[in-house]
């Protein structure tokens, strides 16, 4: 072993949080979209719900979070304002079928063509919509969301209070968002996580989004984190990291921003992947 060059290292905890990273389940976008790209120009994907095997893997995810114990550690849950990242989140995150007048319900019954009964919110953390945390903006349809008005009677819980214009005047339907610029967007979003108390974040969002904001913090990992973490994110699938303060700390890896990711994958991963046959398939790396 080099002393001079410990092959770990060493933080406060005090100077970290543990964020849970969520991709949406199967949208309707996705079916047809992954078998021909040009399928998510459709205009009848406008904002994407669930598909029925997409809600098969939130309710998957539901049971392992509430299983292993992360549920009753999460103490704020972020999302995406759309369709699908909501039903996703209150899914997942959310409590179980609401009981009429017993506090505002996450999501009312049959929200977005889920046939699903009212998800209560009892007992459960803050759920917070964030428009940073969004897809690809512009051009798919999919991407864009509707007015928070029509979302508050869907997810009467949801707390909106952060998105600034009632319709989406990010969405632009003739100019895809840059690659560079969701990294930028995704870097910004990090910083912005640091500055909230909570210590045990989820955040439910989306493939590119999350592809490009881990791809970015990961450019100056090793190798092998760097493959880890450059891998694109199946439907449902959980990824926990840690989240370090190194403003202060002496780091010879870290040159991009004040904050930056320790990229340990910790206490499990979880991936709900749709294949050919309409089977759900689960696996999980327990690191504990």
Not at 88 to 117: E, Q
Not at 234 to 247: G, K, Q
Request: glycine residues 6%; negative net charge.
């Amino acid at each position: 072993m080099d002393a001079a060059n410990p092959s770990t290292a060493m933080y406060p905890l005090h100077r970290c949080k543990t964020i849970y990273l969520v991709r949406h389940a199967q949208g309707i976008h996705n079916v047809e979209g992954e078998k021909d790209h040009s399928a998510y120009m459709s205009p009848a994907y406008f904002d994407a719900h669930l598909t029925p095997l997409g809600w098969k893997q939130v309710d998957c995810l539901h049971e392992h979070v509430k299983n292993c114990g992360l549920a009753e550690k999460v103490e704020l849950v972020i999302t995406s304002p759309l369709l699908r990242t909501m039903q996703t989140a209150v899914g997942v995150f959310g409590g179980g079928d609401c009981i009429d007048g017993v506090g505002s319900p996450l999501m009312v019954k049959n929200a977005g063509h889920s046939d699903r009964p009212a998800i209560s919110s009892l007992n459960r953390p803050p759920f917070l919509a964030v428009e940073a945390c969004r897809e690809h903006l512009g051009v798919h349809p999919c991407d864009k969301r509707r007015s928070i008005t029509e979302y508050r009677t869907l997810f009467p819980a949801i707390d909106f209070s952060l998105i600034e214009n009632d319709e989406d005047v990010l969405w632009e339907p003739n100019v895809r968002e840059a690659n560079a610029s969701v990294a930028a967007r995704g870097m910004k979003f990090i910083d912005w996580l640091w500055t909230r108390e909570e210590k045990e974040i989820a955040i439910v969002s989306h493939s590119g989004f999350l592809y490009h904001t881990l791809s970015m913090y990961s450019k100056e990992s090793h190798p092998t984190i760097r493959e880890e973490v450059g891998k694109h994110f199946a439907n449902c699938e959980l990824r926990s990291i840690v989240l370090v303060d190194t403003r202060s700390v002496l780091c010879p890896y870290v040159s991009m921003a004040c904050f930056a990711f320790l990229m340990q994958w910790l206490v499990s991963m979880l991936q709900c992947a749709w294949v050919k046959s309409p089977q759900l398939q689960l696996s999980w790396k327990d690191s504990s």
